[in-house]
């Protein structure tokens, strides 16, 4: 009989020791996703104050917070409600199953689990909450298997940036600044006490939702760690007391969504997991100033609503950027109207024709070869061969022409005939080559151009323009200052200069181009207390209008059009549709910062002498002729 109930025995511990190996081979290279974690991370943007732009992320939206970062409360809390033991035991609790049995077998049915906080990271990370005596052997083997590769420090770190509290937060750091706006160290006891409920039933405990359920659940833990004698009686009467301020809303944020569109785009080039990686990326976004920007532009789209009743306000729509030309940085940039009808982003994806905010780039060109402010070139009617069989009569906006115009009076008064005959006599092929060095692309050979035939980016646009505000240095427009990965190694993004011009030159048109704001096209873009230099832009039949001005500091590209290139009515011009606009946000732009500097710095080269009666401009290179 004994060598029987010993044979049955020995027989039972090699069943015993198959079943635990059969498991063991199987949880191996399933507990490594655990050991060697890599978790998906949220990568956040900031703007260049600091402030919370956005958080981009695919699927788990998670910030890590590193163990040792993780406030000691915490700490004790989640281990006061959830596994007493656990920096006792071995990664299961054999007293704590066997009462849970105890219980089970009486109730014929699972009504108490004996999970540890190992157990617990292994249920989220890999098995399931199915409540099978396979799921829970291989559950039990799989932490024995961690608690032997990992120290409690690493399960925990694991745990606090594994689990799922609800909301699409994952991670306490997450929940922390999604539910209470606040990073850990800065939690009361009850906000902790609310964070480590959560993962046990985060529908059931969401406090946006169920929040007498979630201050139950956060009493209970509280409760548990006063009889634990880890708080004192007035930590636990004000924490009982308190019912903490809950926020609800997405942690996505996204304040700026075609700025945020632009930024992924261009991270993504250098780094292909921006949205996994936990990325800190620092723009040169101001969100102030993208707000407004977007007023502005919503205030420009509403004034051309209120003139034409008929407008087809969906099709209709407007792009703003604004810069630092001279250090290329983005301060703001609107896409569009409504992001959330359209997130087609007109800033950047779309090429509209310039119109005559093309102009001073080929009045650049003259003057760089030798023709002064006061050269006189022919407002006359000709007629030109397009290339093909047609010929090509253009005309002034009033169809009137006024004999032998200035290049001032010109530039200031917008003058198609001048401009055009102007490009012809500098020669189509030498302003194509210089345009390419200003940073034009696939400049088409058709004197057309002098009056804005060419098609570009509102962004693109703000680059090449840059030259002027530069002093004849252009910077690429840029977005990112900074991307620092989760290791805290950082990439600095430095502006991307080429010189063109020299600086007395670029100011000479600087100055042609103050004078269209004070007494031309773009008086309407006029801000008392500042020096503003700018160019309108009227494409033909009004597809496409523009202004595109600039102070000592500041580069602003306003467009306005129809999404589908209809013809908005005749009325809408540059000077009269996006000028404005500039005005207006430039105004809240020095109210807001008053410190922005108001008078452009004149270059060493620039002179000035009385030509019929007044003060001009000159260089050496651009003298003024001889009365």
């Not at 998670?62 to 071995?90: M, N, Q, S, W």
Request: proline share 4%; with cysteine.
């Amino acid at each position: 009989m004994v060598r029987v109930l010993f044979s049955f025995l020995t027989l039972c511990i090699f069943a015993a020791g198959g079943v635990f190996l059969y498991f063991y081979s199987q949880v191996s290279i399933e507990s490594n996703s655990i050991i060697e974690y890599k978790p998906k991370l949220t990568t956040r943007i900031y703007d260049r104050n600091g402030n919370l732009v956005a958080n981009i992320f695919d699927e788990e939206n998670r910030v890590f917070v590193k163990y040792e970062d993780i406030p000691g409360r915490i700490i004790e809390a989640l281990v006061a409600i959830e596994d007493t033991a656990f920096f006792e035991h071995d990664g299961i609790n054999l007293e704590a199953i066997f009462r849970a049995l105890v219980k089970d077998i009486k109730a014929m049915a699972f009504v108490e689990g004996a999970s540890t906080i190992t157990q617990q990271l292994v249920k989220n990370m890999i098995l399931t909450s199915e409540k099978k005596i396979d799921r829970k052997i291989k559950e039990m083997i799989m932490a024995l298997k961690i608690e032997n590769a990992l120290t409690k420090e690493q399960i925990l770190e694991r745990y606090f940036n594994e689990v799922y509290f609800g909301h699409q937060y994952y991670g306490i750091k997450t929940a922390a600044m999604g539910y209470f706006k606040k990073e850990l160290d800065e939690l009361t006891l009850k906000e902790t006490a609310i964070l480590v409920g959560l993962p046990k039933a985060p529908s059931q405990f969401d406090p946006t939702r169920n929040l007498n359920l979630s201050l139950s659940r956060a009493n209970n833990v509280v409760s548990r760690m006063y009889e634990l004698g880890w708080i004192n009686k007035g930590e636990y009467e004000i924490a009982m007391a308190e019912t903490p301020v809950i926020y609800n809303e997405t942690l996505t944020q996204n304040k700026a969504p075609y700025v945020v569109d632009e930024v992924v785009k261009e991270a993504t080039k250098i780094f292909p997991d921006i949205k996994t990686g936990g990325y800190t990326i620092e723009t040169s976004v101001d969100l102030k100033t993208q707000e407004l920007a977007n007023e502005a532009l919503n205030f420009g789209y509403n004034e051309i609503l209120k003139r034409d009743k008929d407008a087809n306000a969906s099709n209709l729509n407007g792009a703003i950027v604004v810069t630092n030309p001279l250090n290329g940085e983005v301060l703001a940039l609107v896409g569009g109207v409504d992001y959330a009808k359209s997130n087609f982003n007109r800033a950047t994806q779309s090429k509209r024709q310039t119109g005559s905010s093309f102009k001073p780039f080929i009045y650049q060109i003259a003057l760089d070869m030798g023709y002064s402010t006061m050269s006189e070139i022919p407002d006359v009617a000709r007629e030109f061969d397009d290339g093909s069989d047609k010929s090509w009569t253009p005309k002034n906006f009033d169809k009137t022409f006024t004999g032998y115009i200035t290049l001032k009076e010109a530039l200031q008064k917008s003058r198609n005939l001048a401009s055009i005959n102007l490009l012809h006599a500098i020669g189509l092929q030498r302003a194509l080559n210089k345009l390419n060095e200003f940073g034009f692309k696939d400049v088409p050979p058709a004197l057309s151009i002098a009056v804005g035939s060419y098609g570009i980016s509102p962004l693109e646009y703000s680059s090449i323009y840059s030259v002027f505000a530069g002093l004849g240095v252009s910077t690429k427009s840029k977005f990112i200052n900074s991307i620092t990965d989760k290791n805290g190694k950082t990439l600095v993004f430095q502006p991307q200069r080429k010189r063109i011009l020299q600086p007395e030159q670029a100011y000479l048109m600087t100055t042609l181009m103050k004078n269209i704001v004070s007494a031309g096209t773009g008086t309407r873009a006029r801000v008392k207390g500042i020096e503003i230099a700018g160019k309108t832009g009227t494409s033909n039949d009004s597809i496409d209008v523009w202004f595109c001005g600039f102070t000592p500091e500041i580069q602003a590209i306003v467009w306005y059009g129809n999404d589908d290139y209809k013809p908005m009515r005749s009325v809408e011009q540059g000077g009269r549709t996006a000028a404005p606009v500039f005005a207006k946000f430039l105004e809240s732009y020095i109210e807001e910062y008053p410190q922005t500097k108001r008078t452009f710095s004149v270059p060493s080269g620039v002179y000035t002498r009385n030509y019929a009666g007044k003060s001009e401009y000159y260089t050496r290179t651009s003298p003024l002729p001889n009365e």
